[in-house]
Each structure stands twice: as C-alpha cells, then as structure tokens.
C-alpha cells in the first residue's frame, strides 16, 4: 500500500502563488508517475499535471506557464508550484500515483492512478 499526504493548500489573493507538496510513504517504487487533480464544487476531477519517472510531464491547458510540477525522488515528494493564481483555480486539489508504472507515458485520466491522497483546498480570491 501507498499512502500520499498533501499539504500548503490555503487562502491566497489572484495573482499570487502556493505550493503543493505530496509526500508518498509506504511500499513505493521509483519507476511511477504522480499526477495532480483538482475538484471545484459542482465540478467534475479534472487533471492539472502530472510527471513521470522518465522526466515527461503534461498540464492542462489553462494552467500551462503558471504551474510547475516537479519531483524529490530521495524524499519521495512531489510538488505542483501555482504562480500567478486566478479565482478560477480554486478548487480542493488532490494527489494521485500510479505504482509502478514501466512505460514512462504520463497519464491524464484519473482511472489511470492506483493511489490518491485526501486532498487539500486551494482558494483564490479575486
């Protein structure tokens, strides 16, 4: 099993940033893929992120130039960097991995991750 942890969710005015940590413990491997979500109310998860072990990363369209997903592979961690955030960011932000992963592909579907941390709120006022 694998347990993720996120944290630095919070309140911040548009414009402004925060980073998201997610910490993985338990029987991890360092060929994965780790990806960020993120729910709104009344919303459907949509992906946000997502890197893999190779190095390949993907966004989703509306946060390409503000958001930087990146990885300690010694401290098993991965963190989405939000810059120049807006109030349609808000939404509860959770992260997910999949364990292992061989092929190096990065993944945008939500079905595709074996592990999913219990999420933490993002709120951006304007």
């Known amino acids: 099993q694998v347990q993720l942890v996120e944290s630095g969710g919070g309140l911040v005015q548009a414009g402004g940033s925060l980073r998201l940590s997610c910490a993985a413990s338990g029987r991890t491997f360092s060929r994965n893929v780790m990806g960020w979500f993120r729910q709104a109310p009344g919303k459907e998860r949509e992906f946000v992120a997502a890197d893999s072990w190779t190095g390949s990363t993907d966004y989703l369209d509306s946060v390409k130039g503000r958001f930087t997903i990146s990885r300690d592979n010694a401290k098993n961690t991965v963190y989405l960097q939000m810059n120049s955030l807006k109030p349609e960011d808000t939404a509860v932000y959770y992260c997910?991995?999949?364990?292992?992963?061989?092929?190096?592909?990065?993944?945008?579907?939500?079905?595709?991750?074996?592990?999913w941390g219990q999420g933490t709120q993002v709120t951006v006022s304007s």
């Open positions: 997910a991995a999949k364990y292992p992963s061989y092929s190096g592909s990065v993944y945008l579907n939500s079905r595709s991750y074996d592990y």
